[in-house]
T-cell receptor, first 114, second 111 residues
Framework: EAGVAQSPRYKIIEKRQSVAFWCNPISGHATLYWYQQILGQGPKLLIQFQNNGVVDDSQLPKDRFSAERLKGVDSTLKIQPAKLEDSAVYLC????????????FGPGTRLTVT | AQSVTQLGSHVSVSEGALVLLRCNYSSSVPPYLFWYVQYPNQGLQLLLKYTSAATLVKGINGFEAEFKKSETSFHLTKPSAHMSDAAEYFCAMTRAGKSTFGDGTTLTVKP
């Protein structure tokens, strides 16, 4: 069974530039999560999708972050414009209610904003 | 609001010693509870999970955790630490489909 795929693995941009991350979840997993993990901290949920609908985006900075999940499969997270404090690892995870919501994580994208 | 607290951001043990990583949760009803491990430059990997069945849960790599409702705790243990256990460990809870993670505990294993 293929795992959660993310790309790119690393990205360096200057502040005020834009960036996009891509995630392909495990086949059949209806729930998809995007997390921001700042060095030394636990993952912070940015947005949660159930199929292609948003379940929770209460911690997503909507003035600069956006996300979509087309057709309930792949997802894209975008930051525009980026700030220095956006430097972090962005993790994508997927889960199934049938598996008690245990989450399967991708390898993450390490973003550095200079 | 639900929350997860991991006591001790850094734990250091000698190889072969007992590993104990502490986790307390705050929730009005017993949630699903999880321990994940993260190795450098990798995503999180599930170690074990509690889903209201047996209170003592066994996971991969010799780890286990005990759910104690009266103490709202879900501490992770391993009888004998191995060098390969050095990593960051995260406790997490899920209730009503919403997940919350603790800030993690870095485990160092000394030879």
């Amino acid at each position: 069974e293929a795992g959660v795929a993310q790309s790119p693995r690393y990205k360096i941009i200057e502040k005020r530039q834009s960036v996009a991350f891509w995630c392909n979840p495990i086949s059949g997993h209806a729930t998809l999560y995007w997390y921001q993990q700042i060095l030394g901290q636990g993952p912070k949920l940015l947005i949660q999708f159930q199929n292609n609908g948003v379940v929770d985006d209460s911690q997503l900075p909507k003035d600069r972050f956006s996300a979509e999940r087309l057709k309930g499969v792949d997802s894209t997270l975008k930051i525009q414009p980026a700030k220095l404090e956006d430097s972090a690892v962005y993790l994508c995870a997927s889960s199934s209610r049938l598996l008690s919501y245990e989450q399967y994580f991708g390898p993450g994208t390490r973003l550095t904003v200079t | 609001a639900q929350s997860v607290t991991q006591l001790g951001s850094h734990v250091s043990v000698s190889e072969g010693a007992l590993v104990l990583l502490r986790c307390n949760y705050s929730s009005s009803v017993p949630p699903y509870l999880f321990w994940y491990v993260q190795y450098p430059n990798q995503g999180l990997q599930l170690l074990l999970k509690y889903t209201s069945a047996a209170t003592l849960v066994k996971g991969i790599n010799g780890f286990e955790a005990e759910f104690k409702k009266s103490e709202t705790s879900f501490h992770l243990t391993k009888p004998s630490a191995h060098m390969s256990d050095a990593a960051e460990y995260f406790c997490a809870m899920t209730r009503a489909g919403k997940s919350t993670f603790g800030d993690g505990t870095t485990l160092t294993v000394k030879p």
